[in-house]
């Protein structure tokens, strides 16, 4: 323990700044190497499938490691491992969540969406719907899912590089935050979805073999002894509590509850993430698609089992109340780790991959939302189908630097909020006004334009209406909006009650509404779900 205590006693915000110099050195080097990837892969951007779906020419082994790049964002790394180290076995809930929603993705959507679609999750929920109603309704949930996920990638980003250089004001924050939306506006506007893919790859790599390095580590220190890593992390948290259930979902029937929509929202709503839908477009058949979600299971399974060992690690390092007043807050917790294992050159490249992470996450994101909007609405409803490719691509390089704009705002107002704990409201807004009306159009044959269009709109409304009205937006210490109370709505996450309801919704509309679609239609998509026929790129069946 004599050597546990020297090392906690040895890092500080402080020490940590010192070494800022490094830290940009590797950032550097870092957007170097993905930049000249992303200008190599755009050399084959020719077309709207190149733009958008990289010509559908990644292997399932590739696409299920960019998969895994794209869903390890900032709150995986950076929120949980922090949420570990200061709740203990509550944090890790939200590894566990997150791991166990792919199977919903794999049982369920990955295969039938990749043979129905063409470019994005419009595509499918408008196959024998609809066109203009449901597209419209489909871009509009795409672009508010993405505006979360993209808050939570920016104030992480934030947080992690004002520690990294000793930032504590908002305008320095505010100014690495928008530095940030420069280089994803120029990764994606250069590249599209072939180069966003490639520093997807790259990022799962360094973000996995980094993890993994501390990891064993963490475990070296303590013996290769779990059970004294985790007498480690209790004594010096001075917590004995950090290992029971309940430290943060317990205390009342309220968090309790809370805790329930939370674990419904992140297993729900991995299934219904747009910029993870759009990954499965990039591969040729559906073969190669399930492939790449048993890819992505593994890798991600692997490293949520490394953020329960760094968490502890953290918990055993560093005294809670540093990790806690570090500028990024809970998110400093493994980069502060990584300061005490292997000093600054480790936390210069654990932090780099951080970075990494943030940067390939945005650039995932934002060319979703663009494609969801130049594809969904300019191409289909605004020209009806009457645009060339090129036009449409044009648009879609323009979305990109308003979504960037937008999120750089967004996330500048988001500082200091737990990312873990702000892609958990993105995952169920997903869930809420996309899985349903995904479910409802590949499984049920009644299925309406106006069931579709009740579902989506009532789950995006109710889920976003709840949000404001919680404690997450006002009315607590860590709201986030002081000065206000509007918190009537108990929980801090709104999918218990706007998940089922966007179901009922779906059912209702449908019941009520008339069953106009084309017997054709559903015939259609039922055969090409199935078996691929007709699909993009001729699918094995």
Not at 21 to 47: C, D, E, H, P, Q
């Amino acid at each position: 323990m004599s050597t546990v205590n020297i090392m906690a006693a040895e890092v500080s915000a402080e020490a940590v700044r010192e070494t800022g110099w490094l830290n940009m050195l590797i950032f550097g080097l870092f957007v170097a190497v993905t930049l000249i990837v992303v200008l190599r892969a755009s050399r084959n951007n020719k077309t709207a499938a190149d733009y958008y779906a990289a010509g559908r020419s990644f292997t399932g082994p590739q696409n299920g490691t960019a998969i895994a790049g794209d869903y390890l964002s900032a709150a995986s790394f950076l929120g949980i491992v922090g949420a570990i180290a200061i709740n203990g076995y509550d944090g890790f809930l939200y590894s566990i969540g997150f791991l166990v929603a792919w199977l919903v993705a794999l049982l369920l959507v990955a295969e039938m969406l990749r043979n129905t679609g063409k470019f994005t999750m419009a595509d499918v929920l408008s196959f024998r719907l609809k066109q203009r109603p449901v597209r419209i309704a489909a871009a509009i949930t795409t672009l508010a899912v993405c505006f979360f996920y993209l808050l939570a990638q920016m104030a992480g980003a934030g947080g992690l590089v004002s520690l990294l250089m000793g930032i504590d004001s908002k305008i320095g924050q505010s100014l690495v935050i928008t530095v940030v939306g420069a280089l994803m506006i120029i990764y994606v506007l250069i590249g599209g979805m072939k180069g966003t893919t490639w520093v997807q790859i790259i990022k799962a790599c360094l973000l996995i073999a980094g993890a993994g390095i501390m990891t064993i580590w963490v475990l070296a220190i303590n013996g290769f002894n779990l059970s004294e890593l985790l007498g480690s992390a209790v004594e010096m948290s001075g917590n004995p509590e950090l290992l029971n259930p309940g430290l943060q979902y317990g205390k009342t029937g309220t968090t309790r509850l809370d805790f329930v929509s939370l674990g419904m929202a992140l297993v729900l709503g991995t299934a219904a993430l747009p910029h993870v839908l759009m990954r499965f477009y990039t591969v040729p058949t559906a073969k190669e698609a399930r492939r790449s979600v048993v890819w992505a299971i593994w890798l991600i399974g692997i490293f949520y089992l490394f953020t329960l060992i760094l968490g502890y690690g953290a918990a055993a390092l560093i005294p809670a109340e540093t990790i806690t007043s570090a500028p990024g807050g809970v998110n400093s917790a493994a980069p502060l780790l990584a300061f005490a294992l292997g000093g600054p050159v480790l936390l210069g490249l654990i932090s780099a991959v951080a970075f990494a992470t943030i940067l390939a996450v945005v650039a995932g994101l934002t060319i979703t939302a663009a494609a969801s909007f130049a594809h969904d609405i300019y191409a289909n409803v605004i020209r009806k189908g009457k645009v060339d490719a090129d036009g449409e691509v044009k648009v879609a390089r323009r979305t990109v630097l308003v979504i960037g704009v937008v999120s750089i705002l967004g996330g500048i107002g988001a500082q200091g909020q737990n990312v873990a704990f702000l892609v958990a409201l993105a995952f169920a807004v997903a869930a809420s006004a996309n899985l349903p009306t995904i479910l409802y159009s590949l499984y049920w044959r009644r299925f309406n334009t106006q069931g579709a269009i009740w579902s989506m709109y009532g789950g995006l409304i109710s889920a976003i209406v709840l949000i404001i009205l919680s404690p997450v937006f006002s009315g607590a210490e860590t709201s986030m909006v002081s000065g206000i109370d509007i918190s009537i709505f108990p929980l801090n996450n709104p999918g218990l009650v706007s998940i089922p309801l966007a179901f009922f919704l779906g059912w209702l509309g449908t019941v009520l509404g008339k069953d106009d679609e084309s017997p054709q239609k559903q015939a259609e998509m039922e055969v090409r779900s199935l078996t691929g026929v007709g699909a993009e790129k001729a699918v094995d069946h």
